[in-house]
């Protein structure tokens, strides 16, 4: 079966919120991977309220780190956990959010991630996002996928290690430019979603929406990445 597995930095709902509910139903995603997602004052229900409104509900428990997964109707949630990251002194506290999830018989363990400006950082929640992500997925017999906000390019090293455990699904079915950041004059890739290899990408790149509301929603675009998985 095919399904949409997306990614996108909501940057706090601190924008255009009407925008970026209107990007993310355009997004049509089954799962989609978000950070930055409120997680101050009255955090679950603003949460609620912006996947109710673009047709999605949480999947994730806990709000460590601004993670979260959403999910669609065509998808249900077998399981869902939260972790809490290596601390590095000074630096803010990451999280990686994971649901395991079915459509049609196929299963999907899905993490978003947000990774820290950080260098050492990076790699080593990278690391260990891949090492929680496959140990969810191997309980419960289901393809790897992750999403997240990188905070650097393909060339750099948290990237490359997660393109060599997993493959880099823009690199492989690329849609458009694949720029992410900033959203307004983009000119860099920093967000992405990677996918265990028994995944086949049939494409991966931004959303159909109209650029007044990719300007206003956010300052990252989002990811989607069409994967087809099982028979």
Same mark, same amino acid.
């Given at each position: 079966?095919?399904?949409?597995?997306?990614?996108?930095?909501?940057?706090?709902?601190?924008?255009?919120?009407?925008?970026?509910?209107?990007?993310?139903?355009?997004?049509?995603?089954?799962?989609?991977?978000?950070?930055?997602?409120?997680?101050?004052?009255?955090?679950?229900?603003?949460?609620?309220?912006? @996947?109710? +409104?673009?047709? $999605?509900?949480?999947?994730?428990?806990? /709000? =460590?780190?601004?993670?979260? %997964? #959403?999910? *669609?109707?065509?998808?249900?949630?077998?399981?869902?956990?939260?972790?809490?990251?290596?601390?590095?002194?000074?630096?803010?506290?990451?999280?990686?959010?994971?649901?395991?999830?079915?459509?049609?018989?196929?299963?999907?363990?899905?993490?978003?991630?947000?990774?820290?400006?950080?260098?050492?950082?990076?790699?080593?929640?990278? @690391?260990? +996002?891949?090492? $929680?992500?496959?140990?969810?997925?191997? /309980? =419960?017999?289901?393809?790897? %996928? #992750?999403? *997240?906000?990188?905070?650097?390019?393909?060339?750099?090293?948290?990237?490359?290690?997660?393109?060599?455990?997993?493959?880099?699904?823009?690199?492989?079915?690329?849609?458009?430019?694949?720029?992410?950041?900033?959203?307004?004059?983009?000119?860099?890739?920093?967000?992405?979603?990677?996918?265990?290899?028994?995944?086949?990408?049939?494409?991966?790149?931004?959303?159909?929406?109209?650029?007044?509301?990719?300007?206003?929603?956010?300052?990252?675009?989002?990811?989607?990445?069409?994967?087809?998985?099982?028979?």
């Amino acid at each position: 079966m095919t399904i949409r597995v997306a990614t996108y930095n909501l940057h706090g709902l601190r924008d255009d919120v009407p925008a970026l509910t209107r990007v993310i139903t355009a997004m049509r995603a089954d799962v989609l991977c978000v950070q930055e997602a409120p997680r101050f004052i009255r955090w679950r229900a603003r949460r609620r309220a912006l @996947a109710a +409104a673009a047709g $999605l509900r949480p999947a994730t428990p806990g /709000r =460590l780190g601004g993670v979260a %997964v #959403l999910t *669609g109707p065509r998808v249900s949630v077998l399981h869902a956990e939260s972790h809490a990251l290596r601390a590095f002194f000074g630096l803010e506290r990451r999280g990686l959010a994971i649901a395991v999830v079915e459509a049609e018989g196929t299963r999907l363990a899905v993490g978003s991630l947000h990774l820290d400006l950080n260098d050492p950082a990076r790699v080593h929640h990278a @690391a260990e +996002a891949v090492a $929680l992500v496959e140990r969810a997925a191997t /309980r =419960l017999d289901a393809t790897v %996928v #992750l999403g *997240g906000d990188i905070n650097e390019q393909d060339h750099q090293p948290a990237w490359r290690y997660l393109a060599g455990r997993l493959a880099d699904c823009y690199a492989v079915a690329p849609k458009g430019d694949g720029l992410t950041f900033p959203a307004r004059r983009p000119s860099a890739r920093i967000d992405g979603v990677f996918a265990a290899h028994d995944a086949r990408v049939v494409s991966c790149g931004g959303a159909d929406a109209p650029m007044a509301d990719l300007d206003a929603a956010s300052d990252h675009l989002p990811v989607i990445a069409e994967l087809r998985v099982g028979l």
